[in-house]
């Protein structure tokens, strides 16, 4: 076997948010170290990213033969390596061309619909759709019906192609919004999670809303000076902060202020970790207290988010 060739064990330790985008997040004084705050923890504690964001065997399927499929983290490494020089050059400013757009907004779908935030809800319509059928076979049974040519099979692998199936068709979305990247200075950082995307009414950013509604804004930390809002809204306003790009595209200046907005919206859907590059940054003291207050997700946000509205 090539020394080149991955290993069953390779594949173990799965992350759902990237390393290569995770190692954007690390602390400028400790190189390679981020800060985390667990659901249910009180503090925050330094480690590095190879224990963060990861789950074992997340993306891959026991198969009855005892062995592992890989099929969907191989892909999603594939992803990965296309995306990462794109990921670099729009960190540098940098602009892209028309086909890196589609394969860059394609990674950011991707890196959406790999999360556990998002493949759960599937796994679950899933486990329901199953708990139904055999409801459904007893009933029958009780009837004495012969039911003994009747099978019901699951390939587990089928919900986690639908995630990337769906990333791909979100991306494809993306592409076609309005882009500005966000740069900030430190110590102004952008904050990561376990589910990093924010999607809120730009006209009421408390109000959640979809992809497809005319006035949201999507919003993704790219690393902890950089972060991505996109809307319908093909405008920008020309000041000495903007930056032009392509069509559609901007780089703008941002303070502290706006940073923690960006930040109090990456936190509005985790449900595992936040994730930073130190303890201090814009909306520290009360994005960690909303955290440990947090509980369970509710329908309804915590009023004090409401303070915090991107204008």
């Known amino acids: ?16 948010l990237p390393r290569l985008y995770l190692k954007n997040f690390t602390s400028l004084k400790v190189p390679g170290k981020v800060w985390v705050l667990r659901r249910g923890q009180q503090h ?6 190879k224990n963060v964001a990861r789950s074992e065997h997340l993306h891959s399927i026991l198969k009855s033969s005892g062995e592992w499929n890989h099929e969907v983290e191989q892909m999603f490494s594939q992803i990965e390596r296309e995306w990462k020089p794109l990921l670099e050059k729009v960190l540098n400013q940098h602009p892209l061309t028309v086909p890196e757009e589609s394969v860059f907004a394609s990674g950011l779908g991707v890196l959406w619909h790999r999360t556990p935030t998002a493949v759960e809800p599937i796994n679950e319509a899933i486990s329901q759709v199953l708990h139904g059928v055999r409801h459904l076979a007893n009933s029958i049974s009780e ?6 040519g009747i099978k ?3 390939n587990p692998l089928h919900s986690l192609m639908t995630s990337v199936q769906t990333g791909v068709k979100i991306g494809k979305m993306i592409r076609s919004m309005a882009w500005k990247f966000l740069h900030s200075q430190p110590p102004n950082f952008f904050i990561t999670s376990d589910f990093p995307v924010g999607l809120c009414n730009s006209t009421n950013p408390s109000e959640a809303v979809g992809l497809a509604h005319p006035e949201v804004e999507f919003t993704i930390p790219l690393s902890r000076q950089v972060a ?36 109090v919206r990456t936190i509005m859907f985790a449900r595992r970790e936040l994730i930073a590059p130190e303890r201090n940054f814009p909306g520290a003291d009360e994005i960690t207290e909303l955290w440990r207050q947090a509980g369970p997700r509710r329908d309804d946000e915590p009023e004090e988010i409401r303070r915090f509205s991107l204008r």
Request: with cysteine; glycine share 6%; proline share 4%.
């Open 1 to 16: 076997m090539s020394n080149n060739t991955p290993r069953s064990n390779d594949y173990k330790n799965q992350h759902y």
């Open 44 to 49: 925050w504690s330094d480690c590095g990213i």
């Open 143 to 148: 009837e004495k019906m012969d039911l003994s």
């Open 152 to 154: 019901v099979r699951y």
């Open 228 to 263: 991505l809002l996109a809307g319908w809204n093909n405008t920008a306003a020309s000041s000495e902060s903007t930056t032009p790009l392509n069509p559609g595209r901007y780089a703008f200046s941002v303070g502290a202020d706006i940073v923690a907005a960006i930040n």
